[in-house]
């Protein structure tokens, strides 16, 4: 007699799967199991959904704009600030917040650093910050000696960095390289190869829990994840490398580009399917960590755009961000995080994408359909 078949969701795939039993059926995206496995239950139900911006920014930015994009971001009712630290440029001057051949760490930015997470706590919000760059010797951009020069060179000269961050901000939440797949694919940064970043994010992990055992690491979101986009390679290969169980969330990002306005597609593929695409490589490689979608949005059109499309509006911006929102919200399993990339647009070509004008003052019809969304 045959066992019945029941359907599974990626959790309870992961679960099982870890206890001992393989993967029994696919259709699909669709995982099927023995009714006799004895699946723990798990709810149907589609988590709570947290809602918050990419706003903060320590490349560009000042105290002073950080503290508006607070401002602006407790007025929307958002509850989470993204920010991104560069290794080597930090609110408007050259800096290496690490140099690997004193193993010496620059004392003032890392002090911005802490600072910004302090602040954003008397918002109400909760700061995620992405340490973005390179693990790469200097002269990868003999071009540009400054900017080249702010780099860890080695996996072990990034844990370290990664550690002292932790330290000196605890119960933070950490991304772990922004998008690493398109460093791996430049043609200058083909350093950071998967095994090189799985090295780094091991030992970084490890350290960090060490220096703050409170805070939480975010696997690096990449984005091209249809089924053998290069997000979706990456991930196979770090998985296949054994990166489960040296990160928390598992961070990723979704857009739709200039060129397709359609609802639900992109020139990497609709989003639901990118989403199907993720769910069961994850459940695949036994990833059943809480999901972050650390950046999604639409840009509208502005002088700025470099783009003459003339279907986006900025109306059509706000409509296609809510739908987009309000789908997550119902979807399961589904992010339990979303931020919106990003707050405010800024000066160059494809800069339109903020739910605020380049000015940081004149709001955008998108701001207020999320204000409205985020208080039900």
């Known amino acids: 007699m ?7 969701n990626a959790s309870e795939a992961a679960i099982a799967e870890k206890n001992g039993h393989p993967v029994y059926a696919w259709t699909g995206t669709i995982q099927y199991a023995p009714s006799d496995w004895n699946i723990p239950a798990t709810s149907v139900v589609p988590a709570a959904l947290s809602v918050g911006v990419n706003a903060g920014n320590f490349c560009w930015g000042t105290p002073a704009t950080n503290t508006s994009a607070m401002q602006m971001l407790k007025l929307l009712g958002a509850t989470y600030i993204r920010a991104a630290i560069p290794w080597n440029y930090s609110q408007g001057h050259w800096t290496s917040l690490y140099q690997s051949d004193a193993k010496t760490f620059d004392s003032v930015a890392f002090s911005a650093v802490a600072s910004f997470a302090q602040e954003a706590k008397t918002y109400g919000l909760t700061p995620i910050f992405v340490i973005d760059g ?15 020069a702010g780099y860890p060179v080695t996996p072990q000269d990034f844990a370290l960095a990664c550690a002292q961050l932790a330290k000196d901000c605890p119960g933070v939440k950490w991304e772990i390289i922004n998008e690493p797949n398109y460093y791996a694919t430049s043609s200058t940064t083909t350093l950071l190869t998967p095994s090189v970043y799985v090295e780094a994010l091991k030992a970084a992990y490890s350290a960090m829990k060490v220096a703050d055992p409170t805070c939480v690491v975010h696997l690096g979101p990449v984005s091209d994840l249809t089924f053998g986009g290069s997000g979706y390679v990456w991930l196979s290969n ?38 199907s695409a993720i769910n069961s490589l994850r459940a695949k490689f036994l990833d059943a960590t809480p999901s972050c979608l650390s950046e999604t949005g639409w840009q509208s059109l502005t002088t700025n755009s470099g783009d003459t499309d003339p279907e986006m509006t900025p109306e059509l911006q706000s409509q296609y961000l809510v739908s987009w929102l309000s789908e997550l919200k119902t979807m399961y399993p589904n992010p339990e995080v979303v931020l919106i990339y990003c707050l405010q647009d800024y000066d160059a070509p494809g800069g339109d994408w903020g739910l605020v004008e380049i000015d940081g003052v004149t709001l955008k019809p998108s701001f207020s359909a999320v204000q409205s969304f985020l208080k039900g």
Request: no cysteine.
């Open 134 to 148: 390179l693990i790469a010797p200097a002269g990868v951009y003999p071009s540009n000696p400054q900017y080249d």
């Open 2 to 8: 045959t066992t019945p078949l029941v359907q599974v």
């Open 238 to 275: 770090i998985y296949a490398l054994g990166i489960v169980g040296f990160f928390d969330v598992f961070s990723f990002h979704l857009y739709t580009w200039r060129g397709n306005r359609t609802w639900g597609t992109s020139d990497e593929g609709p989003l639901n399917v990118q989403i």
